[in-house]
């Protein structure tokens, strides 16, 4: 019996055609074998300008536009590559640096390979979206090669070779190919004689000694760099994580597992799927950094973590798998502060030997807990807690922090030794991160940048890598720029392309005057209404304008004006996806971060007086009882008449005077306003609090100089009771012309349990009873939690009420129920955010929506999409939620400013007692902070927590006692906070109560 | 007893008769001059379709072709209510000793497969999929495969989870002569050369498999020394001869057709290198299955003896009956009658002799298809 075998050579294109195998494992848990066919060309251009071969073979666009070549032909050199070089980078080289390639003062000309590219991709996805990031930016000169398509560089896999061998082989050879290309090119055109060396980056030792024996130039990214100026700077930014692994080869002996591995994903996934295990995003207690909750979706309740083992290396925001402790390891969340630097102080950032987990002192201060539940004896009010097993995703980003100073040795701060020091994260709920940099005595007192780049089972701490320095602690530059980051705040200017979509008329764009022109099909021209503005001292960004008139039968028009951003704001071209990823205009005290460029937010859009501007209407006939008649939409160009601020037009409203036709339209305004107002809360609508203060500040120097509470007056809250109905106006209609696909905002009923201990505080302290059934009934409790002796009690309470509350969200109509849709804080059935298109870019969709449900325009298929509308929902959601706490940071920031070296008295309310402290809210200064017991006197006083009744009793060094909702006088002082290194308000008790 | 199949050989009495004389010689003289034992060459390559988990084609020398794919998915097994019940009962058994050794046999017990996890599906150009041909076919090869019970546990993944085989098997050429040897080395080769993912997920976890192809194992490791899948082989019978790989002219004039199916017996460790007196190592073959088929022969047209030729002188048989009934008592030289009856016994058992001795057929059809490279 003979058998033959044909063989494939035989076909003429087999050349041409290669095909990659893999399993894919799909979620339904099908597995396949995946075979795709790879034809190979040989047009793939290697876009340096040097090349002229390519130029002209190099495939062209639709309309034989030739994509630009992005390699320079003077490409920067170094000592070892004085002909200039280019870079190619194997993935180990960006997964360990990428802040590198991110840097200015090197890292240009650099080739991505198609290999190196799908690699990144499946080992990081956010390493990936950088690197993504930094080909599209024209200044780096990033150019993404596809290898694995040209015929000369592909690389077939070889019996028995890794994928990883074979991904170097491809690195290698195209590296190899690059450079012959280059030299016979650059012989070609004949005009210089030295051709940039093609240098690749690996830090892969075998990778490295085969390129060699290859004959290509290569080199470790340390000896690179080492050859770059600035390097110590450099080399601070390569990460650690593999530096790491090969000394632990060396003493792995010593080193000792200090948390339990993690489990196998296939056994979380499986543990998720038959709900022995649970997964959900792991949340930091803001009081007490060993205490983590996780809400899975199998519980109304969070399940806690405890402890630093069972919290097992998870950071704020993972996504973490874990597993229920048995019922005797149940615990009460604490009523204990504990901050990590206070527990943890000298640590040396070195020390691996010996190392625990668990502190002694961290030990005690878990064990005094326990203790005290077990004394307790009431099994009821103790939670079940959890363990983590594994991390599904990790969530970290670049952290801001400064460098602990103890942390560094008297010694090293002179001399460039590369030592461990320690990064305290300004976000307490981050872990201290072990640093290895080279430049201690420099970053010292600095604000830094770092990233976390492992945690392993044997280390303390997780281990990251220094990215950059933003400048000295407390100087505004740095520290507002370290605010933008800990917020994610995108502010970077705004890129090329975004510039290119605006109008190119600038500045002298104008309405244009002939009504034949496109722009005014379909807009009504309603520039003879007398139309106002109101709006805040000082504000540019004008995004809406009011009017009204008595119509002949009694009733009265009122017309809300809004910029009409739609129309300069195209969907889907490149400032419409700057404007989706930035979400909102982020206002700081000092700064504005826009959402959409100067021209368009201070100039074009904004409804400033005296010049004739797009807008969008809204019009509605109102009677004088404030019932609405009819409404109506309308593209259309008005003339604003005056920009009043809230200040000019309550004296003008106030002024019996003055009888013009705009202050007597701005009466008829208010009074309708004040129907509204009560008609909503008589519908349930709540009136919430949150402290409130303006920073004032020198108009040159913008440096602060008091802060004020803001002061409400009636202008207020007319624009905001017509903003509400125009909002609640153009929800009704969008969400009738599309019943799936509209934008809107709901503000869901907050589950009982969350006013629970509220409603406990207020019976115990005070017998009042707070009923939450319905937000109608919350609001007349909240008006009757009163303290005759203490107006500011009703606030007081209103403000922790608001804490309570769930926060208010963007969706897409299709994918919530109508009952669903409610906005429990408006009691407003369907409600959306129209009014500031400016600042917002759910408003910018509800303008394109509303535009295309008057027929005005067509719909946009991505306003169309649920998919892509969820995940605009999504973002937006984040972003508004950054926006917020990066302006709330940025107030605490400057109030502290203010008090600088000023020690003042005030007046406080306690708003939470723990057994070791209490935390105090000032609101004159809007302030709130904690007042730990080891800060009453100079030796901690003894204390006893009445957990009860919320009572706090000191004894020994100093006698106090500190209730819930007590009034106390506080010294206000500021001090550079140890721990995060901000300048904070530090309160200290004067005396308590007022008496 | 299985259906011939092969289409109607267009051979006249007189041709049967020669031929059948011809392969009753001792040694017998086959038409193409071969031996009794010897095959027909043949053409085989594997890993021809790359969707395929595992593909296999083959080609006989008489123009028949065969192509097989198969395919693995994962597939959740259902819970089995014996098993569940054993381990109770091991559970509540509180002798902690041996406790690791019954947890061992437990695995071993539990990593049984069910029949159910393979499908086969036999395609022979010109029947329909209910056909006997083809279900006959598909039940004989399955029957092969199942026989020794020990195939299906290779597709066991942890007591949740198996693989489940699609056994897809086409017939490219016309059934020429009778397709099973061929569509069953196909499907060897095929299972030969059959990867499936690597497993990463431990225990009853739900399976992770590596992406990574080149990973992936065999369904039969190469490690595994000389365990392969079974082979069924036609051997026919004429007169005391017993003549292999049949053509199709050849069955034509078969006395008796058997399909053998053969497997080899998973050896026993150290037992195999004591008989080793080649470096090669000695299979140890085991009969799973021995069909008997309806030869084609039986419904060729008998010859007519002179005897009752009347244009020869003899005298024509009023009726049918009367003729078959002279013909049964006749046995005359050079006229062709179809066989009747069944196989001898002694032939039978002398056929499966002729197969699986030591150097015997099944040995050398087996080493030519270890011979086929994979993939």
Not at chain 1, 1 to 13: E, F, G, I, N, V
Not at chain 1, 79 to 107: C, I, R, W
Not at chain 1, 374 to 381: M, N, Y
Not at chain 1, 859 to 872: I, N, Q, W
């Amino acid at each position: 019996m003979t058998s033959l075998k044909r063989s494939l050579a035989s076909d003429p294109y087999a050349s041409n055609i290669s095909s990659k195998v893999y399993v894919r494992s799909t979620k339904s848990g099908k597995v396949q074998k995946i075979v795709r066919e790879v034809y190979l060309r040989q047009d793939i251009p290697c876009s340096s300008k040097l090349c002229s071969a390519c130029l002209k073979t190099a495939p062209r666009d639709a309309s034989g536009i030739l994509p630009p070549f992005v390699l320079s032909d003077t490409p920067a050199g170094t000592k070892e590559f004085p002909q200039g070089h280019y870079l190619v980078p194997d993935t180990n080289a960006l997964l360990n640096a990428m802040d590198l390639f991110e840097h200015n003062s090197a890292f240009y000309d650099v080739i991505i390979l198609q290999t190196v590219l799908e690699e990144l991709r499946n080992r990081s996805l956010p390493l990936y979206n950088r690197l993504i990031g930094l080909t599209k930016s024209e200044d780096k000169r990033f150019y993404v090669f596809f290898n694995d398509f040209r015929l000369e560089t592909y690389v077939t896999r070889e019996v028995g070779e890794s994928i990883n061998d074979r991904n170097d082989r491809a690195v290698r050879k195209a590296v190899h190919w690059y450079s012959e290309h280059l030299t016979q090119s650059v012989k070609a055109t004949g005009q210089r004689k030295i051709n940039p060396a093609i240098v690749m980056l690996s830090d892969d030792k075998d990778n490295l000694s085969k390129a060699k024996a290859d004959g290509i130039s290569a080199s470790s990214l340390e000896k690179y760099v080492a050859g770059l100026e600035n390097s110590d700077q450099l080399l601070d930014m390569i990460s650690v994580a593999k530096e790491n692994r090969e000394t632990k080869d060396a003493n792995a002996k010593a080193a000792e597992n200090l948390y339990q591995e993690y489990f196998s994903v296939s056994k979380m996934m499986t543990g998720v799927k038959n709900g022995t295990l649970h997964q959900g995003i792991f949340n930091v207690s803001p009081y007490n950094y060993l205490e983590g909750s996780v809400h899975v979706p199998a519980f109304d309740k969070s399940l806690l973590v405890l402890g630093r083992e069972n919290i097992n290396r998870s950071v704020q925001g993972d996504v973490v798998v874990i597993e229920i402790l048995p019922k005797d390891q149940w615990k009460e969340p604490s009523t204990k502060i504990i901050e990590e630097d206070t527990l943890n102080k000298n640590e040396n950032p070195d020390a691996e030997d010996g190392e625990q987990v668990v502190t002694e002192r961290e030990r005690r201060a878990l064990q005094e807990e326990v203790k005290k539940v077990h004394s307790k004896g009431t099994e009821g009010r103790a939670q079940p807690t959890a363990r983590v097993v594994g991390v599904v995703k990790r969530n970290w980003r670049q952290y801001v922090g400064h460098i602990d100073e103890s942390s560094v040795s008297q010694a090293a701060k002179q001399s460039r030794k590369q030592q461990m020091v320690f990064l305290i994260p300004m976000d307490k709920r981050i872990p201290k991160i072990r640093v290895r940099t080279r430049q201690a005595g420099e970053i010292i007192g600095k604000r830094v940048l770092v990233t976390i780049d492992s945690w392993d089972r044997d280390s303390r701490y997780p281990v990251g890598h220094f990215v950059r320095s933003l400048g000295d602690l407390e100087t505004k530059g740095a520290e507002t720029e370290a605010l933008l980051l800990e917020y994610d705040v995108q502010y970077r200017p705004f890129p090329k392309a975004v510039l290119d979509c605006l109008p190119k008329e600038g500045h002298n764009w104008i309405v244009p005057p002939s009504m034949e022109d496109p722009g005014w099909v379909n807009r009504r021209d309603l520039r003879g209404l007398q139309i106002c503005s109101i709006d805040p001292i000082g504000c540019q960004d004008i995004d809406d304008a009011l009017h009204a008139r008595p119509l002949p039968n009694g009733n009265f028009e009122v017309g809300v004006h809004i910029a009409d951003v739609s129309h300069f704001v195209k969907p889907n071209n490149a400032m419409d996806a700057e404007a989706s990823i930035r979400g909102t205009t982020v206002y700081l005290v000092d700064k504005r971060i826009d959402m959409l460029p100067m021209l368009l937010g201070t100039d074009l859009c904004s409804l400033k007086p005296y010049v004739e501007r797009y807008a969008f209407s809204a019009i509605w006939e109102i009677t004088p009882d404030a019932e609405i008649v009819n409404s109506e939409f309308t593209k259309s160009v008005i003339k604003s008449r005056e920009a009043f601020s809230y200040q000019d037009a309550q004296k003008r409203v106030d002024d019996a005077s003055q009888q013009d036709e705009l202050t007597t339209a701005m009466r008829t305004l208010l009074m309708l306003s004040k129907k509204f107002k009560q008609k909503r809360m008589d519908a349930g609508a709540l009136s919430l609090s949150s402290p409130e203060v303006r920073v004032e500040t020198e108009s040159e120097t913008s440096d602060p100089i008091d802060v004020k509470t803001k002061e409400h007056l009636d202008t207020m809250s007319l624009v905001e009771e017509f903003m509400l109905l125009a909002n609640c106006s153009v929800a009704a209609k969008i969400y009738d012309a599309f019943p799936q696909t509209a934008m809107l905002r709901r503000h869901g009923a907050p589950p009982k349990t969350n006013f629970e201990e509220l409603a406990n505080q207020l019976k115990v302290k005070r017998n009042l009873e707070l009923k939450t059934d319905s937000s109608k009934a919350l609001a007349d409790s909240l008006d009757a939690c009163v303290d005759p002796q203490e107006p500011f009690f009703n606030t007081l309470v209103r403000i922790m009420a608001t804490r309570c509350m769930m926060s208010a969200e963007y969706f897409c109509s299709g994918t919530q129920a109508y009952p669903e849709f409610r906005h429990y804080g408006l009691a407003s059935e369907i409600y959306t955010h129209f009014t500031s298109p400016i600042r917002r870019y759910a408003d910018l969709v509800a303008h394109r929506q509303l535009a295309a449900a008057i027929d005005y325009e067509q719909l946009d298929a991505s306003v169309r999409s649920k998919g892509k509308l969820e995940a605009v929902c999504k973002n937006i959601n984040v972003r508004h939620r950054n926006a917020q706490q990066a302006g709330r940071a940025s107030i605490e920031y400057y109030v502290g400013q203010a008090l600088k070296g000023r020690i003042v008295e005030e007046e406080g309310f306690v708003m939470k007692v723990f057994s070791n402290g209490f935390v105090v809210f000032v609101p004159r200064f809007g302030i709130e902070s904690l007042i730990r017991l080891r800060d009453l006197a100079d030796i901690e006083p003894e204390s006893t927590f009445d957990a009860e009744n919320y009572i706090l009793k000191t004894s020994g060094s100093r006698e106090v006692e500190v209730e819930l909702f007590e009034k106390v006088v506080v010294r206000i002082s500021d001090v550079v906070e140890e721990g995060t290194g901000k300048r904070k308000v530090k309160l200290e008790l004067v005396k308590t109560g007022s008496k | 007893m299985a259906p011939s199949s092969t289409q109607q050989v267009l051979l006249s009495p007189a041709e049967l008769s020669y031929l059948h004389t011809s392969l009753s010689l001792n040694p017998p003289v086959r038409p193409d001059a071969r031996t009794s034992s010897q095959f027909r060459p043949l053409i085989a390559e594997t890993d021809i379709l790359p969707g395929t988990n595992g593909s296999a084609r083959i080609c006989f020398a008489d123009g028949t072709e065969a192509i097989v794919g198969i395919k693995a998915e994962v597939e959740k097994s259902r819970p089995s209510y014996q098993a569940s019940a054993d381990r109770n009962v091991a559970e509540d058994d509180d002798d902690e000793e041996d406790e690791e050794t019954r947890r061992d046999e437990q695995v071993a017990k539990e990593k049984k497969g069910l029949n159910e996890w393979v499908e086969m599906s036999v395609e022979i150009p010109g029947f329909r999929d209910d056909d006997s041909m083809p279900v006959f076919m598909a039940a004989m090869l399955s029957e092969a495969l199942l026989a020794d019970g020990a195939f299906t546990n290779r597709l066991w993944i942890n007591r949740r989870f198996h693989w489940k085989l699609y056994l897809d098997i086409l017939l490219l050429s016309q059934p020429l002569s009778y397709p099973l040897p061929l569509l069953s080395l196909t499907t060897h080769l095929a299972l030969l050369s059959t990867r499936i993912p690597r497993l990463k997920s431990e225990e009853d976890e739900d399976p992770l498999f590596d992406d990574d192809w080149a990973a992936s194992v065999f369904l039969y490791p190469r490690t595994e020394a000389l365990i392969r899948p079974p082979v069924t082989l036609l051997v026919m019978s004429v007169g005391d001869n017993i003549i292999f790989d049949p053509t199709k002219e050849e069955l034509a004039v078969a006395e008796s057709v058997l399909a053998v199916s053969v497997g080899e017996r998973p050896q026993e460790k150290g037992q195999g290198d004591m008989d080793v007196d080649s470096g090669k190592p000695v299979r140890d073959l085991r009969l799973l299955a021995v069909r008997t088929i309806d030869p084609p022969s039986r419904l060729t047209p008998a010859g007519v003896p002179n005897t009752l030729n009347t244009a020869t002188g003899g005298t024509a048989a009023g009726t049918t009956e009367q003729a078959s009934s002279k013909r049964e008592t006749m046995e005359e030289e050079g006229v062709w009658q179809p066989p009747r009856g069944g196989a001898k016994r002694k032939l039978i058992a002398a056929m499966i002799q002729a197969v699986l001795a030591r150097g015997g057929v099944a040995e050398e059809v087996l080493d030519g298809l270890d011979a086929v490279e994979l993939g």
